[in-house]
């Protein structure tokens, strides 16, 4: 049940941020469109309590209910994120709004997005973390956690390969490739003029 929720959640998620653009821009109804895509975050709530509800019930914790706590981590990290990406690119293709800002390329202004998006990725394991703790607290030593605890380690690596990954950008900047000098195309005599 825990599995079908994730997947009803992640499909509502994108069906929820597609209806809101299509009202934002399609439709020129921006209230509207906000509101749904405000709709969002009551998704990971009701994943959350049918969570908890199927772990009071007695269920062992398992892989699934870990699984459900790193989704709502990732959410809660990634899915603002997200939705901007996906709304400044529907605004700029349906609304003629400006292009997408693209990230940069080189030296320490790709340091910063890198720092930015390795962020992003840390809150989304940090709150996967805490729910996953939670869980553990919730279940008590009375049962297996043996899967949340490895959930928890997972959550760890990320944290570490993401800031490697950012730690790289800013020890090692990538440098822009030195130009050629344009050369100034050669000018041809002009023929004499006859007289």
Known sequence: MIVAMIIACEVAFWVLLAAGLAFRYGLRMPRTGLLLLLCEPLLEIVLFAVTAIDLKNGAEPDWRHGLAAVYIGFTVGLGHST???ADARAAHRFAGGPPPARAPRYGTARAVHEW?????WVVAALVALALLQAAVWYVGGDGDTGSLRAWQV????LIGINVIIAASYTLFPKREPKREPERKPERKPEPAERR
Request: overall charge positive.
């Open 83 to 85: 939705i901007k990406w």
């Open 154 to 157: 997972r959550m760890l690596w």
């Open 116 to 120: 930015k998006v390795a962020g992003r």
